[in-house]
T-cell receptor, first 116, second 112 residues
Framework: DAGVTQSPTHLIKTRGQQVTLRCSPI?????VSWYQQVLGQGPQFIFQ???????GRGNFPDRFSARQFPNYSSELNVNALLLGDSALYLC???????????????FGEGSRLTVL | GQQLNQSPQSMFIQEGEDVSMNCTSS?????WLWYKQEPGEGPVLLIA?????ELTSNGRLTAQFGITRKDSFLNISASIPSDVGIYFC????????????FGQGTRLTINP
């Protein structure tokens, strides 16, 4: 069975550009979450989407946006890129939108973004 | 924001040794989770803890949910080379929300 898949795996952008990252959840999973992992730190929560609606948002500026499609895949968009946006962006999926055993998160391998 | 303090930040051990790492927080969590991350990969769930005081094992790994709900530890017994990686603790603030708060990670290096 396919796990969480993310694309692209690596990309390089320059300051001020915009980027779109894509995620396909595990089959049957309806919740998708996005995390940012800066080098040397733990992942930080950006968004959670469930049934195409935003269910949670972390402490990130409005330059960060996301959406979820009817097939439960998701996109993360970042506008006006800054050097500090360089990070590994992780997508995670789960069966349900809440915590507990059915809410356990399964992570993809991430998209590594470098901003020059 | 919410923070988890994870220690130690790094460990250098000999193969076969036991490993212990822990996580503390000023906040109460309903769920504690332990993840392992290897280079080029996303975090992989090792153990999930749902009740205060709960002790759970997964092979050579054992984790406990602190009775105050503000801490957790992870032990690895008889370490082997494939245990190398970064171990993260993560807390979930309430049962209704899925957001995880991660620690800074413990980097484990094993000398054969």
């Amino acid at each position: 069975d396919a796990g969480v898949t993310q694309s692209p795996t690596h990309l390089i952008k320059t300051r001020g550009q915009q980027v779109t990252l894509r995620c396909s959840p595990i089959s049957g999973h309806k919740s998708v979450s996005w995390y940012q992992q800066v080098l040397g730190q733990g992942p930080q929560f950006i968004f959670q989407y469930y049934e195409k609606e935003e269910r949670g948002r972390g402490n990130f500026p409005d330059r960060f946006s996301a959406r979820q499609f009817p097939n439960y895949s998701s996109e993360l968009n970042v506008n006006a890129l800054l050097l500090g946006d360089s990070a590994l962006y992780l997508c995670a999926s789960s069966l349900t939108r809440t915590g507990g055993r059915t809410g356990e998160l399964f992570f993809g391998e991430g998209s590594r973004l470098t901003v020059l | 924001g919410q923070q988890l303090n994870q220690s130690p930040q790094s460990m250098f051990i000999q193969e076969g040794e036991d490993v212990s790492m822990n996580c503390t927080s000023s906040s109460i969590f309903n769920t504690w989770l332990w993840y392992k991350q290897e280079p080029g990969e996303g975090p992989v769930l090792l153990i999930a803890l749902y009740k205060a005081g709960e002790l759970t094992s997964n092979g050579r790994l054992t984790a406990q949910f602190g009775i105050t709900r503000k801490d957790s530890f992870l032990n690895i017994s008889a370490s082997i080379p494939s245990d190398v990686g970064i171990y993260f603790c993560a807390g979930q603030l309430s049962r209704g929300a899925q957001k995880l708060v991660f620690g800074q990670g413990t980097r484990l290096t094993i000398n054969p």
